[in-house]
């Protein structure tokens, strides 16, 4: 079973409990990460911990662990569920709270919790193929930069795409694409890497961060630069990133074939320095 990390201890996930008073379930009060780990080792554990620090700073909770202890528990969090490369969630809220009161409570004791799980890697034959994307308008507030756990928005979106057998909804604000649902966006435009200027209406993804990195480690030309929706039909190569799942070339949106209709060969190239980063 999973051992996971509860304000300050180690349990058995069936012993780890939090009261239904916790401002989280009450009010999505509360933000979180998601860091993945190849060989036991977490990767790019620092930005992931500058996110969390500017998601708690968003939402003014105190930061409860500072780095060192942050590393310290998350490190012996994944040596206690066994090696190999896992997925670390973790969470941050307000913590409990009475009565019910939509503004802070006085004194809050945040609720910290972590697990890890195995990192489950894209079935190879979508890998090979590519997936297909739909497109939607973004239904989401304007501080999308902070990792909140507020997802209803994000659940009714990757809902939408599952019943349209697609693998993520690409969201879209005034004609502009920002991010997937739980990606970001990444296009090959007239040989350019373009993906979407950071901001308040798409999450700095680090996965994102470690695509442009490859880029200009490798003399690929790229660019942050808007990306109208319009514009997709002339993409050669249209990819979404994240921590779980790398890049994943998308080959169809809404029904049409972006490029060819088959992953890449640009794709190829970044998912290929992608894995070099990881060994
Ligand atoms: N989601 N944009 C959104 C809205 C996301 O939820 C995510 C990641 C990303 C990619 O960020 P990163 O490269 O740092 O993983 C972009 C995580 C994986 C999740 O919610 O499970």
Known sequence: GLTVYLN?????????????????????????????????RLLRLGEHLQRLENSLAGIRIDNPLDRPAWTAMLEDLLARNGGGDRSIYLQVTRGPAFPRDHAFPEQPRPTVFA???????????????????????????????????ALLPAVLMKQLAKERGAFETILVRNGLVL?????????????????????????????????????????FPWREADLPAAALDRADELWVTSSTREIVPVTSLDGRAVGAGRPGPVYARFYGWYQEKLA
């Open 179 to 219: 991010e997937g649902a739980a990606s970001n966006v990444f296009a090959v435009m007239d040989g350019v890497l373009v993906t979407p200027p950071k901001g308040p209406f798409l999450l700095p993804g680090i996965t994102r961060d470690l695509v442009l990195e490859l880029a200009a480690e490798h003399g």
């Open 115 to 149: 697990m890890s799980t195995p990192l489950r890697p894209l079935d190879p034959a979508l890998r090979a193929s590519g997936v297909p994307a739909i497109s939607h308008e973004d239904i989401r507030w304007d501080r999308c930069d902070l990792k909140t756990i």
């Open 8 to 40: 300050g201890e180690f349990m058995p996930l069936p012993e780890a409990r939090i009261s239904p008073l916790d401002r989280g379930f009450v009010f999505a009060d509360g933000v979180y990460e998601v860091i993945p780990a190849y060989g036991g």
